[in-house]
């Protein structure tokens, strides 16, 4: 497909829906506390382990907040854990959940001081590597404040999904009024955060997050002057265990049983078109241990950008690293790994060419123009739908069949579209 073309679609002005942001919506988006709880924006609980989670939460300026967390719905019996919000963030924080049990349901609740308790959320643990437990996941990608209110996620919430996989475009930055200030870009998650249906999935469902293009700008690429103010308000307002020795560092992995192990690239921030890598050198062969090394039955590796179609901006434009990743499964006759993508606003299960049949589960959009250039004429596609808002839930059960996966495409109304069984 033409590039521009392209653009056009996925972000021109001319799709957006009538009467809810317009172009001149950039102006302050104002997200005053609940006087009753001192909280604002609801609960985010991710990157949750088989012993740890992380809660990130927003609260009225300097207000020291304690977390109460525990197993019992009602919090009669709790830990705490006591942070006071960072200005320098927003007003949120982030608290570390440690000494957790596996495979299990944990309550928690907020409570800002002098204030009354906040709501009680909750989210689950992943079970032990050695454990074969069923697991279920829903991804997505592509979540655009002119497409507000994003109804879809009540669907992610009454999947009862284990976790929720963000795949990227959280926000979108240089719409809507381009932010170019931190202030701006914090605008726009508060924005976006700012939802009822955002929010009440978040209350029960956990997530993994990766960042794409439009955290920052569209299709932008290293050393862009406002890359680094939007991987921070990426950060101050999405909970992303990262190593204390690499801050910035993105890209991660997670364990969930027997049967998933979830492989998070950050295919943005190390792009060197002239050496055709997208992942840089140090991510790929972090890639390639994982890959090796992981006794998973399936290795779900989501790479925000889809492995094939989409033009230079996603793996078409890096063809020789896209080779060498695909070679590296082929030859080490790695099994079990399946892409998992969002971005191009579409839903699609594609044959990935010359990979000896690995598939590539796109999903998306959650809520943002949909994609009209592309169609299903090419035979890449084994499935293609441009038509809706939607999100894919794969399940694994190896008390079942631990060697076959369960997808499902599912809209907005909760309604199934396509479903299929993927092998390990
Ligand atoms: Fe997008």
Not at 44 to 60: C, H, K, P, Q, T
Not at 199 to 205: D, H, I, L, N, V
Not at 281 to 305: G, I, M, P, Y
Request: net charge positive.
């Amino acid at each position: 497909m033409k590039r521009r073309e392209f653009l056009k679609v996925m972000g021109g002005a001319g799709v957006a829906l009538p009467g809810l942001w317009s172009a001149s919506s950039c102006a302050q988006a104002i997200i005053k506390a609940d006087p009753g709880t001192g909280l604002s924006l609801g609960y985010v609980s991710g990157d949750v382990g088989s012993d740890s989670a992380l809660v990130w939460l927003r609260a009225e300026a300097d207000s020291r907040v304690t977390l109460r967390y525990g197993n019992e719905p009602g919090l009669a019996q709790f830990q705490t854990s006591v942070r006071t919000v960072d200005a320098g963030a927003d007003h949120s924080a982030i608290f570390s959940l440690e000494g957790l049990a596996p495979s299990t349901r944990y309550y928690y609740r907020a409570l800002v001081e002098g204030r009354t308790p906040g709501p009680i959320a909750s989210f689950v643990t992943a079970p032990r590597a050695d454990d074969n437990h069923k697991v279920s996941f829903c991804f997505s990608g592509d979540t655009r404040q002119g497409y507000k209110p994003f109804t879809v996620m009540h669907a992610v919430r009454a999947q009862r999904p284990d976790f929720f996989l963000h795949l990227g475009d959280t926000i979108y930055a240089d719409r809507n009024g381009a932010a170019r200030s931190l202030e701006e870009f914090w605008n726009k998650y508060r924005i976006n955060r700012d939802d009822a249906a955002a929010q009440s999935c978040f209350r029960e469902t956990s997530v993994y997050v990766m960042w794409d293009d439009h955290e920052v700008e569209d299709d932008y690429m290293p050393g862009h002057p406002l890359a680094s103010i939007g991987r921070k308000a990426f950060l101050d307002y999405w909970p992303v265990r990262r190593p204390a020795t690499e801050p910035e560092q993105i890209y991660r992995a997670a364990r969930w049983g027997r049967a998933v192990e979830l492989i998070i690239l950050d295919p943005r921030q190390y792009r060197a078109p002239d050496r055709s890598s997208m992942l840089g050198r140090t991510q790929k062969e972090w890639l390639f241990d994982r890959l090796v090394n992981s006794s998973a039955t399936f290795k779900f590796v989501a790479t925000t950008v889809p492995m094939a179609g989409g033009g230079k901006d996603r793996w078409d434009g890096y063809p020789k690293e896209r080779a060498e990743i695909l070679r590296y499964i082929r030859e080490r006759k790695i099994p079990g790994v399946v892409f998992l993508s969002a971005d191009l606003h579409y839903a699609a299960v594609t044959r990935i060419p010359k990979s000896n049949g690995l598939l590539d589960i796109t999903a998306g959009p959650l809520a943002a123009p949909l994609n009209r250039v592309t169609n299903s004429a090419n035979r890449r596609y084994q499935f293609f739908l441009a038509e809706n808002f939607n999100f894919a839930k794969i399940t694994v059960d190896p008390k079942v069949n631990g060697n076959e996966a369960l997808l499902e495409f599912i809209d907005q109304d909760n309604r199934v579209f396509h479903t299929r069984t993927l092998r390990a």
